[in-house]
């Protein structure tokens, strides 16, 4: 025992379940990683490919998970005055980034990777938690009809 007494112990214990808000950070912050990856790989002239897992049943009726390519869209696009506009997504919806204001403008191409690491950066702090909830409800509330 007298290795133990030379360690700080404590009671805490791991939770059982991540609260929402972090769940929902936590989707963002990776499709934000998915549209820094896609970047870099344009900036690159190279192809980005994300993969997921499908369940599939083959011909004999079992049943397994197959990893798949996942189509990723880019969030950005060129605005009417020639510069890049980046809309942050969640699910299909394009989050309020503040009131009215649904774009970020990105001057040069190059400084669009910079951009969406800012954009992560402010998933994981907290600051778009309100617009993460609302695009979340509007979502919910279009499979109750």
Partial sequence: MSTLNTLKLTATVKPTQVPAVQQRRNKLAKRVWEQIELAKAQQAGTEFVATKFRTVTDSTGARKQVEMNKRVKAWWFTADNGKLALCVRYGSR???????????EVSVAKDLVSVLEVVKSAVLNGELDTAIDNAANKLRDGFGK
């Fill in 94 to 104: 394009v989050l309020e980034l503040a009131k009215g204001k649904y774009a970020i």
